[in-house]
């Protein structure tokens, strides 16, 4: 029995250095097994500061660890294309511009597949692709920028907590949830937002230049979500399509066989986040409660 054991133990040692060979050798040698397709999922909220893995979620990278994964396939010689499957909701705004940036630098072909939501950050992101594709019902659009502002003054009036801030200025405590924004404060918050927002906007015109309806384009940026027909029909999207369309285009852009493509997954995550991750949890109430822009 012993031995038997400890057959089974080499034979699985041998095959686990079988594949990491296999994997070296299609890296250092793409002749010998032909150049892939990168698959990359981007199904989070973007984020600057990832969530680090606990007993009850396996984590999720910050805007920096995914834009490092984005340039670390853009020099695999392996990698003829790349797909981003994108499912996000966007995020927050130095996030997005980070990845977005990663993907807007890339020198191979790439294309991106709009899963269930491609909404705001998440489309900020597809913008630079070489082809946009969406599934029909996917949910997209939202271009716009929002700065959320909690006035709990009162409710600490009713509970008998009184805060006292000390400035060195009118403004230094603006948002502050100890009291009302003044009409003053309103008018930097909105200069700001509408900062941000005239990027997106012109991102959008930038990589969508000729693709465009202009007049029906301009309608939608009042914040408003799309189905995959609306954003296509407005020139957001180029084509309604499956992920296998996606891949196929992505292979025809870098001239690769469209009989033997081969796809090489990229993880960009630990995994599924977990329903009861309480620190992430936390991390997104902080987020909504504090001053922080998001694309969203």
Known sequence: MSTLYG????????????????????EAFPSLFGECVAVMDINQPLMAQGVPTTLLSDGTPGSDEIAERIRSIDSRPDVGAVVFVV??????????????????????????????MATSGGYYISTPADSIYADPNTITGSIGVVAVFADMSGLFEKIGV????????????????????TEEEKEIMQGIVDEIFLEFKDVVIEHRKGKLNMAEFNKILDGRILTGRQAKSIGL????????????????????????????????SGGEQGLFDVESALRVFLMKNHVQLRFE
């Open 162 to 181: 009184n805060v006292t801030a000390i400035t060195s200025g009118s403004s230094k405590d603006i948002g502050s949830p100890a009291r009302k924004m």
């Open 237 to 268: 999207v180029d084509e309604l399509g499956t992920k296998q369309d996606a891949i196929d285009r992505a292979a025809e852009l870098a001239g690769l066989p469209e009989e033997e493509v081969r796809i090489c997954s990229v993880s960009t």
């Open 87 to 116: 499912d996000t909701p966007g995020g927050s705004v130095v996030a997005t511009r980070e990845i977005y940036q990663a993907i807007d630098e890339m020198e191979k072909p790439k294309v991106v597949y709009m899963r269930e």
């Open 7 to 26: 057959t089974g133990i080499l034979l699985l040692v041998g095959f686990i250095l079988l594949v990491v060979l296999v994997f070296a050798l299609s």
